[in-house]
């Protein structure tokens, strides 16, 4: 059975680097064997979350998406040295998981990606994707990556020439899919499915 990784991402703004890594994160986790689905840019575009708000229609196979989830992949542009509003709003919705058996990204491998135009930002930006995804019970892979949008570029298909940002790539899809396919025997074990 293929594990389930879901994207999450990206801004709003045309040929977005943030949404860019995202798909191409998500490409090289897909020749891996996972089965995939990305939350990017607009897609995220909601209401600001707050305790016990309605969610809309639109927000909840977001939300069930990443319920069912064995891994997640987070990217955020830096937005004045960290990660920037619509992204943290996104993941404000997963609070919606609180009362579930795997509450938030509990049990869940997560790969995080911070672009911003320097590396102040994007090193800074990397941080706290790493305390947020801490707070929410995730597991952030070893190798999280900061990239600096005015050295590195990708395009419309994902493609890097940055041969050490590409091989990076591969080690994060590596490191999430390991965690997650272990993770889901040991809890198949654990639970006696
Ligand atoms: C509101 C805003 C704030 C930003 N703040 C920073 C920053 O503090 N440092 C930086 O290096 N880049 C900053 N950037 C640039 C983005 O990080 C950069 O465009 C990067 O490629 C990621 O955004 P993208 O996914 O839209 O391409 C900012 C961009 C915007 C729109």
Redesign the pocket.
Known sequence: MSIKVVGI?????A???????LRSVLTAVEKLGAEVSVYSGFDLDLPPYHSGAVVPDSVAEYIAAVRQADAVVI????????I?GLVKNALDYLEELRGDDRPYLDGRAVGLVA????????VS?LATLRQVVHALRGWPTPLGLA????ATTFDESGYTADDSVAGSITVLARQLVDFAENWSLQDRDRSGR
């Open positions: 991402g990206g801004s709003v703004d040929g977005s680097q943030s949404d860019r890594v990217t955020s542009p830096g937005y004045h040295g960290t920037s672009v911003a135009r320097g590396w102040q930002a994007s930006t990239i600096n949008s005015s």
